[in-house]
């Protein structure tokens, strides 16, 4: 049997997803000075862990279709005197470094205290794939 043959019943590999990258210096200095804004927020603080993430799934697939390309999530800090820090302050760094996200995200990284600090973080959104065809014509 040929290669090609021998793989016909098999699913194709996935492709592995790009690497997360932080906003660059010159952007998280111009948001830290308030030279510039984010285009949404969304405050998840509150919720349970479950309706936090479904909220920013939601959040982030309606932000992208918006062609938004920054946006502030808030998760909080979490409770004084609670063991380790809140718990969407743990969880959400965590999904949205997973690779499902990778469609949708570039990177992310902690917001200035003008945006909430250790409470909050900065999403950079990936463009559209129709968005980036219609402006390479």
Request: net charge positive; no cysteine; proline share 6%.
């Amino acid at each position: 049997p040929t290669a090609s043959a021998s793989n016909a019943g098999l699913a194709p590999l996935p492709s592995r997803p790009p690497p997360l990258v932080a906003l660059e210096d010159r952007e998280r200095r111009r948001l830290v000075r308030g030279l510039s804004d984010v285009d949404a927020r969304i405050d998840l603080h509150g919720l349970r862990q479950e309706r936090a993430f479904a909220a920013l799934i939601s959040f982030l697939h309606r932000s992208r279709a918006k062609n938004l390309k920054l946006v502030l999530v808030i998760t909080g800090k979490g409770r004084e005197g609670e063991e380790g820090r809140g718990v969407l302050r743990q969880s959400v760094p965590a999904w949205l470094a997973r690779p499902e996200f990778r469609d949708l995200i570039v990177g992310f990284q902690e917001a200035g205290r003008r945006h909430g600090g250790a409470g909050a973080l900065y999403v950079r959104l990936r463009r559209r794939r129709e968005a980036r065809r219609a402006g390479d014509v």
